[in-house]
């Protein structure tokens, strides 16, 4: 790469990542007065979780049924399993209302009911709490209103196509950041006087998983290189009836959980039972519908898989047979058309289902101002760890990409309104080097690496783990790491460079891939969605956080008491 293909630019606050959570910090940042740059590897709101999420928002409005953000709290503390950091939980469901309220104020179209939002049921909440635009496309809604509101912000340079490489730190603050762009090439140096890392979580790590293609654990990765924390990485969350078959295009694979808590869905085993009551414990509803937390299901459909009462392609049955034809189109409308374009009549027929990688509970340890114990580098979103615990309630997420976002950028903003810019051509000259060594290979071949990283995620270190998994992952991991080399492999001179592009994600896969591994690897009990089949059950010694570290090319694994998580 020759040395004159770099661009230089200045900020106030740059975030890092354009989905749901980067959009409200870039949003909230600007209104506190800041310059930002909101920077996204693809395209500005269309990239990550937010965009694709379908269903139901999670918070304490009370617009039907008398609530209180207390109560949610209650719920997403016992969905985590006893292991959420209370401090941050508060803040998500605290100012839960005044967000969803805000984008019902920025026209959202949240559905209502009498003049009200309409509240619905979902699964691990003790009341109606969850708001929705329709049940397949709230999260485009939020992406498009999110959208709409940055186009008539003033104070915002949005650059798509720009792929983060490392965070520039000088003299222990962030300072800004070294990337580049992938349509031309350029190396892009940018100085911050604080940095928000908003890109989603690391489900691109597993071979069948919800995510778009960007969610392979970039900020995790930049995070850790930068000097900062994470924590409560060994908790990934399985979505348990992710479309498995029949073929299903252009829809998304986990569209049917709306309509499975909405319509009393049953999951079905090979004998056409229902076996949910039988793995229920405390989570069964007295009506018997949606019995199951996510965790919990996950974990049904895999032992009714591996006892041999599995379907056809490996998973379950879900199914709407008993539900009257009328009803079903009632509740999924247009949907119901653009099913049967795929061959799915679901008055006639079942689907099968089967656990697929969905949302991370761990992520960056910040504060309660979601910094980091990088002065200057903060994190919101998906991207950040421990409010969730060890299982995320559902409805959740994009609430933490409202809460999280809008105070990650406030808080990012009052920092930089405080510093200048403390720039130093030292802070990237070790990524700027490193790109520069990128050199045109012919092996190993990128793509099929990723695909291997994949495998070995999803058939060691997937939801349910042993001690021998665990350590053959390991091996397997650094293995692949030693295959790949500390050299960046290039295709072309100049432009668009989609193994130069593999080759960086592959970096930042392997180290999050670990700092997955190993913590899951020393948690030798099972406690929400970390489950070791050799040692079923909680204890009560293991609930603290799990903190992991860079120190050179080594991760450093320490335990925290959940205490004093923050």
């Known amino acids: 790469m020759p040395e004159t293909a770099t661009t230089h630019l200045k900020t106030d606050v740059l975030v890092v990542g354009a989905g749901g959570a980067g959009m409200y910090a870039a949003l909230e940042a600007a209104r506190a007065g800041a310059d930002v740059i909101l920077a996204e590897r693809s395209l500005i709101g269309r990239g990550g979780a937010t965009v694709m999420a379908q269903m139901t928002v999670a918070a304490a409005l009370g617009e039907q049924t008398p609530d209180h953000w207390e109560h949610h709290l209650a719920d997403t503390i016992a969905a985590g399993r006893d292991l959420c950091d209370e401090r941050l939980a508060a803040i998500l469901c605290e100012d839960g209302p005044r967000r969803i309220r805000e984008m019902d104020a920025w026209k959202v179209g949240w559905a209502r009911e009498d003049g009200h939002i309409r509240q619905v049921q979902a699964p691990g909440h003790d009341r109606p709490r969850c708001v929705y635009v329709d049940f397949l496309s709230t999260g485009p809604a939020v992406s498009r209103t999110l959208r709409t509101r940055l186009n008539d912000a003033s104070g915002i340079r949005r650059i798509g196509d720009l792929l983060i490489v490392d965070i520039a730190v000088h003299d222990g603050a962030a300072c800004g950041a070294t990337a580049l762009h992938i349509s031309t090439g350029r190396i892009v140096t940018i100085a911050a006087k604080a940095v928000i890392i908003a890109t ?34 060994e908790f990934v969350q399985f979505f348990p009836i992710g479309h498995l078959a029949p073929r299903l295009v252009g829809m998304d694979p986990i569209m049917w959980d709306p309509f499975r808590y909405k319509l009393g869905g049953k999951l079905l085993n090979s004998e056409m039972r229902e076996f949910e009551e039988s793995y229920a414990s405390r989570d069964i509803r007295s009506d018997g519908r949606y019995v199951l937390t996510r965790d919990l299901a996950t974990y049904a459909i895999s032992k009714e898989v591996e006892a041999g009462r599995g379907s056809p392609a490996g998973g379950a049955y879900l ?62 979103g998906e991207a950040i760890g421990g409010a969730n615990g060890a299982n995320r309630l559902s409805g959740n997420a994009i609430t933490e990409a409202f809460v999280f976002g809008a105070r990650a950028g406030h808080h990012a903003a009052l920092h930089a309104s405080k510093q200048s810019i403390v720039w130093s051509p030292d802070a990237v000259g070790p990524t700027m080097d490193l790109l520069r060594r990128a050199t045109r290979r012919d092996t190993p071949n990128t793509a099929a690496v990723i695909a291997s990283v994949q495998s070995v995620m999803s058939d060691k270190v997937g939801p349910f783990r042993t001690d021998g998994k665990l350590r053959s992952a390991i091996e397997s991991l650094a293995a ?87």
């Open 200 to 233: 989603g979580g690391l489900t691109r790590l597993y071979r069948r998983n919800s995510a778009s293609s960007n969610m392979g654990g970039d900020g995790y990765a930049l995070a850790l290189r930068a000097g900062a924390e994470l924590i409560d990485m």
């Open 319 to 380: 199914s709407f047979q008993h539900v009257p034809p009328d009803e079903i189109r009632r509740a999924f409308g247009p949907v119901v058309d653009r099913l049967a374009a795929n061959g799915i009549d679901l008055a006639r027929q079942p689907v099968e289902v089967a656990p697929i990688a969905h949302y991370h509970m761990g992520g960056i340890r910040v504060g309660e101002t979601l910094e980091t114990r990088v002065a200057g580098l903060f994190a919101c």
């Open 480 to 566: 692949i790491g030693n295959e790949l080399g500390s050299d960046p492999i290039a295709s072309s001179p100049g432009g668009v460079d989609p193994v130069l592009v593999d080759w960086l994600d592959l970096r930042n896969m392997l180290l999050v891939a670990q700092a997955v591994a190993l913590p899951a690897l020393a948690r030798t009990e099972s406690r929400g969605a970390h489950q070791r089949e050799d040692y079923p059950g909680l204890d009560d010694g293991w609930g603290i956080h799990q903190i992991v570290e860079l120190a050179g090319a080594k991760l450093n694994i320490k335990a925290l008491s959940r205490r004093v998580a923050a």
